[in-house]
């Protein structure tokens, strides 16, 4: 099982990016694949998720508006389009899978696989 995150940096408040989740090793429509981040001395928090399955969506409410989570099942990739960036965002941005036809919970003890991370630094 491998997931690979991708498309973090260094961009102003205001701005956007695109994170990318490449999964493999799994049957990814059995999956649903959560984003989260967490920044230095803090706790890993949950961003968004999302069912592989029927592509029914989680946000947190710090996001809501301004993030938007996709599956792209042909590509076994999910996306996290991350605009009106604040610097407040800034942290290090994981994904996750875990073995559900449901969306899971913002809660990481949920999820069974993750990737490296991929840094996300927003400067005011």
């Known amino acids: 099982v491998q997931l690979v995150e991708s498309g973090g940096g260094l961009v102003q408040a205001g701005g956007s990016l695109r994170l990318s989740c490449a999964a493999s090793?799994?049957?990814?429509?059995?999956?649903?694949i959560g984003w989260f981040r967490q920044a230095p001395g803090k706790e890993r928090e949950g961003v968004s998720c999302i069912s592989s399955s029927d592509g029914s969506t989680y946000y947190a409410d710090s996001v809501k508006g301004r993030f938007t989570i996709s599956s792209d099942n042909a590509k076994n990739t999910v996306y996290l389009q991350m605009n009106s960036l604040k610097p407040e965002d800034t942290a290090v941005y994981y994904c996750?899978?875990?073995?559900?036809?449901?969306?899971?919970?913002?809660?990481?003890?949920?999820?069974?696989?993750w990737g490296q991370g991929t840094q996300v630094t927003v400067s005011s």
């Open positions: 090793g799994f049957t990814f429509d059995d999956y649903a």
């Open positions: 996750g899978a875990v073995l559900t036809k449901l969306v899971p919970g913002p809660s990481p003890y949920e999820y069974d696989y």
